[in-house]
């Protein structure tokens, strides 16, 4: 099984739609990460969980929120959905407890368009 | 602009060849990782670099870490087509404790 899991893989939604992506680690790591990634810009950091009563903002967080309810699970929501934010949507854990921050390991990735 | 800028963005090498693929920043490098993706997948992590002139290999392929830690390359050996993908250079320059990503090198590997 995964260690690291995504649900959707794939979602196609419209303008103004509510949409949740899911994320769950078997791995038992303190931290987890959003990143998209789009076309020539490679990864870009959305939001970053240390625990989980710690969330912080990465570089590109409007218009998206995250909930961290266990350990082992971080959501991304996009409140009202827009066609820029058609892209493909991973999450990532790391140990902290690993020497500087530690390999990240990412899940298969979420496709999502908006028309 | 990219705080970590990767060259060149896209690659094609005739299999059994070298290739170099670079990773630049303006800022210290706390941190140098490379990871690799198949199109439309989630990211391998290939190998971590600390300390400047660090060089790591595994298989075919060997990382360095210049000495200023402001630029790291990834070197092939041989290329086969299994070594086609996007490849990932992800450095922490903040020291903020977390990664920011260069855009990628997208590498086709020929027969």
């Known amino acids: 099984d995964a260690d690291v899991t995504q649900t959707p893989r794939n979602r196609i939604t419209k303008t103004g739609k509510r949409i949740m992506l899911e994320c769950s680690q078997t791995k038992g790591h303190d931290r987890m990460y959003w990143y998209r990634q789009d076309p020539g810009l490679g990864l870009r950091l959305i939001y970053y969980s240390f625990d989980v009563k710690d969330i912080n903002k990465g570089e590109i967080s409007d218009g998206y929120s995250v909930s961290r309810q266990a350990q082992a699970k971080f959501s991304l929501s996009l409140e009202s959905a827009i066609p820029n934010q058609t892209a493909l949507y991973f999450c990532a854990t790391s140990d902290s407890t690993r020497q500087g921050l530690g390999e990240q390991f990412f899940g298969p990735g979420t496709r999502l368009t908006v028309l | 602009s990219q705080e970590l800028e990767q060259s060149p963005q896209s690659l094609i090498v005739q299999e059994g060849k070298n290739l170099t693929i670079n990773c630049t920043s303006s800022k210290t490098l706390y941190g140098l990782y490379w990871y690799k993706q198949k199109y439309g997948e989630g990211l391998i992590f290939l190998m971590m670099?600390?300390?400047?002139?660090e060089e790591k290999s595994h298989e075919k392929i060997t990382a360095k870490l210049d000495e200023k830690k402001q630029q790291s390359s990834l070197h092939i050996t041989a290329s086969q087509p299994s070594h086609a993908g996007i490849y990932l250079c992800g450095a922490d320059i903040h020291g903020a404790q977390k990664l920011v990503f260069g855009q990628g090198t997208r590498l086709t590997i020929n027969p």
């Open positions: 670099l600390q300390k400047g002139g």
